[in-house]
Structures are given as structure tokens and as C-alpha cells.
């Protein structure tokens, strides 16, 4: 089947989608975006964290024609300028504070960190925990993406001012 | 397999009575575990989500609310916690963020699962699910005569649900689960407890202890007459401790990997207990705020 779906912005058009097939296989594996990572196809992990119509989710568990006609944003979606080397103020974070490892868990955390950020700007520890339960590192580098999230808000906070 | 994807409700009953294989889908949090590990391949796939008055509630001319099949556990949470709080509990227990925004309770009593965690809040408040076929227009089935089997339920295979009917909370409900974590957790074994104070009853569901949930009727007959409704008396410890082993009695677990028989059998006495006197110790503030 043909699927029409805006992904980062853009109108894309895919054709010869089995109806069975994920948005994350069709993210993945038809329009060259592997930033959304393909790990559990079982809702546990969260690697394939992105926006749906605004709303993260997880894209192993929306099929593919589900998402005709709707928006969706991956990582890949979230710096500013893709031209210019700018990130996302939590992806920034995330470097500086030393939250990637293996880095394979990571680009959900970010999607997911960034909803939490639009949602609750200075989010308390217990908020934080609670927005990335879904989210597993398997490096259980959780420590430091916690102070990631911490200091993500702080900029996102200054910037503000 | 084929993609099914009706707009409005009525094209909605339509396809599935012209497809009655196909499997209804919402948030897709089972329906999509299971067709990416090939454990069933449909024969097609009805996709609910544009259907958009399943994703709204409102209140009957009775008071009573109508919450749509696909609204989903976050919003259960954020527009209903306060009429449907034990709901809105339960809710807040299913898997993560990213699976609360998806999941639906309509989904929740599709999958039938006897772990499903919306069933014991929705038993413990006498909830109806209405569903409905082109053929027949709408029945409304309690949901404590819903769930027929293991992950089976009384729907026909041409009917769909189109909402829960449920009164709003008149007294204090409670809604605990065991489980490893506080999060991304199927029960071990769940429990939910509503005082219905104006009718001097008590309501009771199970999770995941028996091949479906099911209401401890003999618990909720001995609570209904032993609570002192009026004088709002402290509970005693006999009455919650007798309470707990009728609810275990009630129950009918097996071992498997989340845990054994004996420990759940356990492990719902004390959540019965634990819930009975949260929720009397707020029936007893209550008074001392309206004195």
C-alpha cells in the first residue's frame, strides 16, 4: 500500500508498504532516517522514540498506515538548521554532559527528554525518572543522562531570559 | 493482509462486519508486539484512529460518563482522574509515557488480558462496555460478564467497542499492582477497591490471578456490612484482615514466570488490606473536612 506521511517538516510519499509494517521500519529501512533506533519492536525500550502529530511514541508499535496523513519527527528532526552544525539544546546536553555511551538508546532519550522539556521547562528529579521510564540503557548510563535533562532545562531556562 | 482505515464510526462497523477477521487496532501497544514477532498475522487491520468520536468523552443526562474506546491512558489520567480516579491509578501504572499516549483502555478490554490493568478499577466501579455492530446496533455488557477466557472476550466478531460507561467516583477508590519496577511492568497481581457510599457497598476487581479479572463478590458482601458507613468508625483489624483472605479466596492464580500461585494469593490479601484502609482513612477525612 501507499503511505503519505510529513516526516521532519517534509511530505514523503511511499509506496509498496506492507500493511503489517511499522512506522519504524518504514522510517528506517524506506526513507534512510536510522536515527530512531530498531531494538525491542516491543514497546519496552524506547529507542524509537518520535513525535506523532506532536505526541512521542513509540514507532515500533504504530503501524505504518496508521500515520497516513499525520506528522511525525524524528532525532533527526529536532536541531534547528540540519545545514548548519547546530544541535537541539538537549542534544547538546547530552554531549557535554558525558550522557552517551554506546549511544544506541540514545536518540529516544533525547526525543523523549525534549517532549518532557516543552511540557515541564523545570521538571524535578521524580519527573525526570518518570518521562524516561520507558527508556532503557542498557550501559546504564542513567546518572549522567539524568544531569543531561538537568542541564538541558537550565539553558533552555537562560535562554529564555 | 489488508489495511482497513474508516473515517467516521459507521464506515468504521461497516468494515468490520464486512471483514469480521479483522483486528481492530488503536494504540497498537499489543496489536503490533504481536505482528512484529509474527505471532498472528491478521487477515487485516482495522485502524480506529480516525474515527475521532472515539477519542471523546462526555456525561449522560444521568450523570453517568461515556468515555470513548480510544482515549488514551494519558488523557484518562489528565481530563478524567478526578471523576474516575482509580482509573485514572490504573492508568498511570501501564507501561511508559510513550505507551500511555498510545494505549487505550477500549484497546485494554479488546486484548482481554486477565493482566490488563484497566479491568480491576472498571469492575470495582460496575462499568459497562458498549459495543456495537451494523447489524444489531448497541449492547451494553457489564464489564464483570466481558471477559469470557484467557485474553477472550463477549464480543462478536462483527461488533466493536465504542465506549466505557462508567458512574463517576462516589466515594474513595484505590488501585494497587505488584510488579518488579514502576514502570514497563505486567502485574504480577493487581488489585482495586471503590466505596460506593450512598448504596453502603463495596467494590472489588482482580488482575492477574485468575484466567480473567474478576470482582471477590463474597469480600465485597462481608465489607459492605461490616464498614460503619455512618458513625465513620475506624476500621478494625479483624474486618480488614478477614477482608484479605476473602479476596484471596477468590482469586485462582497459576505459577508462571511473573510469579507463583501462592504469591499472588499472598501478595492480594496484603493489597487488599493496604487499599481497604487507604480508602476508609480517606472516607473518615472526608467527614472531619465537611465537619
Redesign the interface.
Known amino acids: 500500500m501507499r503511505v503519505n506521511v510529513t516526516v521532519n517538516g517534509a511530505k514523503k510519499t511511499v509506496d509498496d508498504v506492507w500493511e503489517g509494517e511499522s512506522l519504524l521500519y518504514v522510517l528506517r529501512e524506506r526513507m534512510g532516517l536510522p536515527g530512531s533506533k530498531n531494538a525491542c519492536e516491543q514497546g519496552e525500550c524506547g529507542s524509537c522514540t518520535v513525535y506523532l502529530d506532536g505526541v512521542p511514541v513509540c514507532a515500533c508499535l504504530v503501524a505504518a498506515g496508521q500515520a497516513e496523513g499525520r506528522e511525525v519527527r524524528t532525532v533527526e528532526g529536532l536541531a534547528p538548521d540540519p545545514d548548519r552544525e547546530e544541535l537541539d539544546p538537549v542534544q547538546q546536553a547530552f554531549l557535554e554532559a558525558g550522557a552517551v555511551q554506546c549511544g544506541f538508546c540514545t536518540p529516544g532519550l533525547v526525543v523523549q527528554s525534549h517532549d518532557l522539556l516543552e511540557r515541564v521547562p523545570e521538571p524535578s528529579d521524580a519527573e525526570i525518572r518518570e518521562a524516561l521510564a520507558g527508556n532503557l540503557c542498557r550501559c546504564t548510563g542513567y546518572e549522567k543522562i539524568l544531569d543531561a535533562v538537568r542541564l538541558a532545562a537550565r539553558r533552555k531556562a537562560e535562554a529564555k531570559q | 493482509?489488508?489495511?482497513l482505515?474508516p473515517l467516521t464510526w459507521a464506515d468504521a462497523l461497516a468494515a468490520q462486519a464486512a471483514q469480521p477477521g479483522a483486528t481492530p487496532?488503536q494504540?497498537?501497544?499489543d496489536?503490533?508486539?504481536e505482528?512484529?514477532?509474527d505471532a498472528r498475522?491478521?487477515e487485516?487491520?482495522l485502524?480506529l484512529?480516525p474515527v475521532r468520536e472515539l477519542a471523546e468523552h462526555e456525561t449522560l443526562p444521568d450523570g453517568t460518563l461515556r468515555v470513548g474506546a480510544g482515549v488514551p491512558y494519558v488523557r484518562l489520567i489528565s481530563e478524567l482522574g478526578d471523576r474516575l480516579p482509580g482509573l485514572a491509578q490504573a492508568s498511570r501504572t501501564v507501561?511508559?509515557?510513550?505507551?500511555r499516549?498510545?494505549g487505550t483502555a477500549g484497546g485494554n478490554l479488546g486484548a482481554a488480558s486477565p493482566a490488563g490493568d484497566c479491568h480491576p478499577p472498571l469492575l470495582a466501579s460496575d462499568a459497562i462496555v458498549e459495543v456495537e455492530s451494523s447489524a444489531r446496533g448497541t449492547r451494553l455488557i457489564p464489564v464483570a460478564e466481558f471477559f469470557t477466557g484467557v485474553k477472550r472476550n463477549a464480543l462478536e466478531p462483527d461488533e466493536l467497542i465504542r465506549a466505557i460507561r462508567v458512574a463517576p467516583a462516589s466515594g474513595p477508590q484505590y488501585f494497587a499492582k505488584i510488579g518488579t519496577r514502576?514502570?514497563?511492568v505486567i502485574a504480577v497481581c493487581s488489585f482495586a477497591i471503590a466505596l460506593h457510599p450512598a448504596e453502603r457497598r463495596v467494590g472489588t476487581g482482580i488482575g492477574s490471578a485468575a484466567p480473567t479479572p474478576r470482582r471477590a463478590t463474597a469480600a465485597e458482601e462481608f465489607l459492605s456490612g461490616e464498614l460503619d458507613w455512618d458513625g465513620r468508625g475506624p476500621l478494625s483489624i479483624s474486618a480488614a484482615r478477614r477482608f484479605g483472605d476473602l479476596v484471596r479466596e477468590a482469586a485462582a492464580p497459576i505459577d508462571d514466570v511473573r510469579g507463583t500461585a501462592d504469591y499472588r494469593r499472598h501478595a492480594l490479601s496484603v493489597l487488599a488490606r493496604r487499599t481497604l484502609t487507604w480508602a476508609w482513612n480517606d472516607y473518615r477525612a472526608d467527614r472531619e473536612e465537611a465537619s
Request: avoid cysteine; aromatic fraction near 6%.
Open positions: 493482509m489488508d489495511f482505515r487496532v494504540g497498537g501497544t496489536v503490533m508486539v505482528i512484529n514477532f498475522r491478521p487485516a487491520l485502524d484512529n507501561g511508559s509515557p510513550q505507551i499516549n498510545r514502576n514502570a514497563m
